[in-house]
Structures are given as C-alpha cells and as structure tokens.
C-alpha cells in the first residue's frame, strides 16, 4: 500500500507530507485547491510523463517521494528484480522508496530505494503498486479496443492471452522468414547460378597451394637456359676436365694430392686425418659434378614447356582478379560459396519447411484461441451480473450489461471448426460492451447510449467488478462522482469502501460528494491560501469534528441544517461499515 507522500515544489504546493490509511482515503476540498495535483504527483513518482511546466514557480526542481508498505505477496514479486539490480531495502524489506526529481533544465532524476535508476526500470518496479483511475477513462470505456482486455483481467485470463500472444509472434517470425524466402527467390536462383559458374571455374583449375611460386621458378629456369647451361658445363669443365684435355681439372687435381698425402701417410700417422679430409674433399666435388650433370638435363631449351607454364600462370593471375590475390585465398573463396549454395539449395528445403511449421502453428493457435474465446464467453455471462447488481443500486434499475463478441472470416487465418478466421496476439475475439439503460430499450454500443452520468456509473460498477480479482493493493479513484447526484452517492461510498473490506484493497478517492465522502475511513481536507503573494496548497486530516464541518461545507445548505446532515452521513456511513463488518466476519 502507499504509506506516505512527500511533494515539494510542485505546481502550486509548496512542501507537503500525507500519511495514508489501509483503508479507505478521502481528499475533499473546493474546485482548483490542489486534489488532482496530487494524484498528478503520485502519477509522475510511479513513471508517468514529466514536464517542466509542473516545477513550482521560482525554483529549480520538483521532487515527490512515495514509500510503500508491501506485502508479502507484492515483496515476492518485487524483490526478485531490487535483488538483481543490487536495490533492496537493507534496513527494512517490506518498505518500498520510489523518487523522482524534476529540474527545470529539463533533466529528471529517479531514484528506488535511494539509489538511481533509469525511467523504464522505475516503471517497472511501480507498475504492480497501483492503479490510478481518473476522469478520462470514461472515454477509454467507450472505446471497444479496451474491453477485451478489461474482461481478459476480470476473468483472470491475462496469462493464458500471454501464452497465446507468445505463440502468435512465434508464428509470425516464421512468417516473415517464408516470406522473405518467397520474396527473394528469383535472387536466390541468379546467385546459385553464379555460384555454380564460379566453382566451375575454380576446381578446373585444380590449383595447389604454393604452386604459383614453383611455377615462376620454373619459368625463370626456362626463360634463362642458355647463360645456366653454359655456366654448369662450364663448372664441370673445371671440376673434372671434360671437353678440355689441356685443363688440369680440379678432380686431377685433388687426385694427385691425395697420391702425395697418402706417401706422407704412410711414413707419418700422424697424418692420416688429414688424408681422409682431402679423399672426402675429393669424393665431394665428384658429387657435385654428377648433380650438376644431371641439372643440365633439366635445364636444357624447352621452349614449349615455357610457354606451357606462362599460360598456367596467366590462368591463375585471371582467377587473383576474381576471387583473391593468392592461390590460399581462391580456394578459400572455392570453400565459401561451397558453402552458400548449399544454403541456398536448401532454401527449398527451408520453404516447405516453414510452410509446414506454419501450417501447425495456425492449428495450434485456433485450437487455444477457441478455448481462451469460450472461456470469455463463459466470464462475460458472469460479468454482466456483476455489473448489472451494482447498477440496479446506483439508480440504473433495468439496466442491462452484456458483451458482444464477433470473429472475421480470413482466407489465411487461424483454424477453427472447420472455419478460417482472423487473429492477433489477443486471439480470434472482437468484443465490445453493450448497454441498454431503460428496461424495453435494445442493447447497443456505450458509445451510442450511456450519457455522462451513467458512464461514471457503469464505470464504477465495471471496477467494483474488477477489483475482486485485482491483485493491484492501492486503487485510486478521481472524481469518480462526476455526474452521480447525492442520492446515489451514498451507494458509491458504501462500494468504494467494500473495496478496502472486501477485496483488501486501499482505495483513495478525491470526490465532491459529501454522502461518499462519508465513508472514508481517513479524511483528507485540500485548501490554497495565499503567504506573501504565493499560492500555497494545505492538506489536514480531519477529525470528526472537522469532518463534520467539512461534510457541512460540501452539502451547501444552511449551517445548522448542513450540520445535522453532515452528522447524519457520518452515522449512517458508521452503521453501514459495522454492519458489514459483522457480516464478514459471519
């Protein structure tokens, strides 16, 4: 429940705090003196819309600070989210501190539990806490699009459309992925196309990594055989004397001082190693002048193997400029688009896929939207008694309340005995609430019968039908009298106080009307008085005392007369609640 308000500099109040009851809470007070300026305070605290306008003349900043008391349902359900933002209350679990700050600057601060937080986390944290009725949801009532899921929360059945709304954007992403699909076709089979004629060209190459590099190598032994087999004949001429008898070569050479060292061997061990260096010497260049024999049969002119290997190269170069600069780089190329026309040929796969996914999610969907429907059906009947009961009290005998639900044929849509109908996220219902307010008259569209009185009325009713099944602890009602006559206000007060009895709920209520104010179980009188040429807005609990005059105040007849009645309110008010105590309690 909401505890304790704290405004400063807001509109015309200049610092206020209010300590509210459990129960039933009334704010009264003349046209303008700050009732609703309050409640605009509680609606900014929870999240709602700041403008700078609000921030009291001839300051910086507004601030309203509101703490509540949570029960341990509520704490179950808050908690969970302080916990994961590190905002729990250390000193006290069951308080609850939202504040918001409104500088004329334009920035707003907000704040739970002391600390920080952005807007949208300070809305989610206050959304459960309460329920603030005012006087434009006479106008949402009327309009249709607000009754489904007015019947949905009387039903108890938000959590089954939740379900269903889950399934339909479920269904809708598949949706969106055949259609795309669909949509893109033509596209698909151009890039399988080109993807094919790139694989095509790539694996006729048969390419091998590194081969560009062993092909330039080659080309320059082939491009430069000439001055290369003239340089090897003639390193072997020198090595081992071929095609030159009067060259000493090296081997001759080499033989000759492995003779002499051998000589020298013989008389001196001593030298032995060193005659084996100058046989391995020997050996060695025999080795080299066979390899580079054998070099000179590679390397000889041939002119159309050149030619062979500048046309490789040229073929690999072509495919560089395609798909990349190196031979790693084309094949990795190759291994992508191996990849995407496999995707792409499964496209048809995918499709057929989809299209059966689809297929059982329309089923799927008709069959819990046809259950949720009948389920509606089945509440709606119960909610017209409960409206129509309280309507009957407040003046509106005869009244009839029903509701009508209607469902479209759509060629695409949903499956339902055998039908097609079309479907959102709230299922396959068109509901709208209808009314007759005299007995004999037809049931038609609130819009089209009820005037502004009967509105507030019915109104009232829907809520106090609605209020049984609101977990929401704190109800706010503003001006919620506006178009009932004293006569009924009595029976509007005895309601709203139910509320509190009943349903457990704090109810806080600013009314004109004295026979409704009767019942509050605290009474909160609102007045401006003017301190140095400022507007500045008072809020006092009454006693009875003052209630009595207050009420007085409100009934606008003669003193003595308005104060007798005053007390006859209160008295009757008293012996209603008793009455209904009792009957608890039984």
């Known amino acids: 429940m909401l505890a304790e308000l704290y405004i400063r500099n807001f509109a015309i109040i200049d610092e206020l705090r209010l300590q509210f ?36 003349a001839e300051t910086q900043e507004a601030y309203v600070e509101a703490m509540f008391k949570l029960s341990p349902e509520l704490q179950s359900a808050v908690h969970p989210l302080l916990t994961e933002e590190g905002l729990e209350n250390e000193e006290a679990e069951d308080i609850l501190i939202l504040a918001r700050e409104l500088r004329l600057n334009g920035r707003n601060i907000c704040r739970i539990n002391g600390r920080t937080v952005n807007l949208t986390l300070l809305r989610d ?82 390419l091998k990594p590194g081969e560009e590099d062993e092909l330039k190598q080659e080309r320059d032994r082939l491009a430069n055989s000439e001055q290369l087999n003239r340089a090897a004949r003639e390193v072997i001429a020198l090595l081992t004397g071929l095609d030159d008898d009067d060259v000493h070569s090296v081997v001759d050479k080499m033989g000759q001082a492995e003779r002499a060292l051998n000589q020298l061997a013989r008389y001196d061990e001593s030298q032995t190693a060193l005659l084996e260096r100058v046989q391995g010497l020997g050996f060695q260049i025999n080795e080299v002048a066979a390899d580079l024999q054998d070099y000179l049969d590679e390397v000889e002119f041939n002119p159309k193997r050149l030619d062979q290997v500048e046309e490789r190269l040229e073929s690999i170069n072509r495919l560089k400029r395609k798909y990349g600069d190196t031979i790693e780089a084309i094949l ?16 048809e796969i995918r499709t057929g896929e989809l299209e059966q996914e689809q297929e059982r999610y329309l089923r799927h969907i008709g069959k819990l939207a046809l259950a949720l429907s ?39 849509g949903v499956y339902v005995n055998g039908q097609r109908l079309a479907f959102d996220s709230m299922g396959i219902d068109r509901a709208e609430f209808l009314i007759s307010t005299n007995p004999g008259e037809p049931l038609k569209p609130m819009a089209r019968v009820a005037s502004g009185g009967e509105t507030s009325r019915l109104m009232l009713s829907l809520k106090t039908a609605l209020a049984q099944v609101d977990r929401t602890p704190t109800l706010i009602f503003d001006e919620i009298d506006q178009g009932i006559g004293g006569r009924i206000g009595d029976v509007v007060g005895r309601k709203l106080w139910g509320l509190t009895a009943v349903a457990h709920h704090q109810v806080i209520v600013v009314t004109h009307l004295p026979q409704l104010a009767g019942y509050g179980d605290v009474h909160f009188h609102v007045s401006k008085q003017v301190h140095g040429q400022r507007t500045v807005t008072n809020v006092n609990m009454l006693d009875l005392t003052g209630r009595v005059h207050e009420l007085a105040s409100m009934l606008g007849t003669r003193r003595e007369h308005a104060e007798g009645g005053a007390k006859s309110i209160l008295e009757q008010a008293r012996q209603t609640k008793e009455a209904a105590k009792v009957s608890l309690v039984q």
């Open 125 to 206: 944290i206050a959304e459960p806490l309460i329920d603030i009725h005012g006087q434009g949801e006479h106008l949402s009532l009327l309009k249709p699009r607000s009754h489904l899921p007015l019947l949905d929360s009387y039903a108890g059945l938000a959590g089954e459309q939740r379900a269903l709304a889950r399934e339909v954007a479920a269904l809708q992403k598949v949706q969106r992925e055949l259609a795309e699909l669909r949509r893109d076709a033509r596209t698909i089979a151009q890039r399988i196309d080109i993807l094919k004629y790139q694989l095509e060209e790539i694996e006729a190459a048969k």
């Open 21 to 56: 009851d459990p129960g039933f809470n009334v704010l009264t007070g003349e046209t303008g003196a700050g009732k609703s300026i309050i409640l605009d305070a509680v609606t900014l605290v929870l999240g709602g819309r700041a403008d700078t306008t609000m921030v009291r």
């Open 332 to 347: 990795e190329t190759r291994d992508m688009a191996v990849v995407e026309l496999k995707q792409l040929q499964n496209s």
């Open 374 to 412: 009948e389920k509606r059906q089945e509440a709606a009947q119960e909610l017209a008694k409960n409206v129509e009961a309280p309507l009957a009290e407040l003046g509106m005998d005869g009244a009839r309340f029903s509701v009508e639900f209607e469902c479209e044929p759509m060629a695409e």
